[in-house]
């Protein structure tokens, strides 16, 4: 059996170019998460590695949804040749249990791993410049600016939250957070 595995890293992020690949490969069975892969506790992969079976087939759209680092790259695939199971990895192709096939497998498992903690030192590099700015601060920015909090908060005299919510699109937790912080400001 063709199973399929989609991962990505935040809730924010789409899933779907990944599915559409798997489904086009033909996988029977497609797992996918939302998790970061710095985790070792992926739900759903774990569950699909307990399924895996001789014969069966892995596959995986990119190297970097599969595995944390080189290691576990390199682990995982050990494990799945030793159960006879096939892994494909659809930007690199079937990896094959041979010295050749697995040397290129733990080849690019380094540059994937390499590719990854470029990534987050650029990261880090630009928040540290970022908290540089005066005006720097951690977090989302604020959907609605302070004057429509203010206009929101001013309807609540003579509306009831509700009503103010449909007319501002602001909700009531963000009315009853600003409602409170203007009562502590004053």
Request: charged fraction near 30%; charge should be positive.
């Amino acid at each position: 059996m063709k199973y399929g595995y989609a991962r990505v890293s935040t809730v924010t992020q789409d899933l779907e170019a990944q599915l559409q690949a798997l489904e086009k490969e033909a996988c029977e069975k497609i797992y996918s998460e939302k998790f970061t892969g710095t985790k070792a506790d992926r739900p759903q992969f774990k569950e699909l590695l307990s399924l895996l079976k001789e014969g069966d087939t892995l596959v995986v759209t990119k190297l970097d949804r599969f595995a944390r680092s080189t290691v576990d790259a390199i682990q995982t695939v050990k494990e799945l040749f030793e159960k006879g199971v096939k892994v494909h990895i659809l930007n690199m192709g079937l990896v094959e249990d041979t010295p050749t096939g697995r040397l290129v497998f733990n080849v690019m498992s380094a540059f994937a791993e390499f590719e990854r903690d470029m990534i987050v030192e650029r990261t880090q590099e630009g928040k540290a410049i970022a908290k540089q700015r005066e005006d720097f601060r951690e977090g989302r920015p604020n959907k609605f600016s302070k004057k429509q909090i203010a206009y929101a908060l001013g309807l609540l005299e003579t509306h009831s939250y509700k009503e103010v919510e449909n007319m501002t699109g602001i909700s009531k937790s963000t009315l009853i957070r600003a409602k409170k912080k203007q009562g502590a400001a004053k």
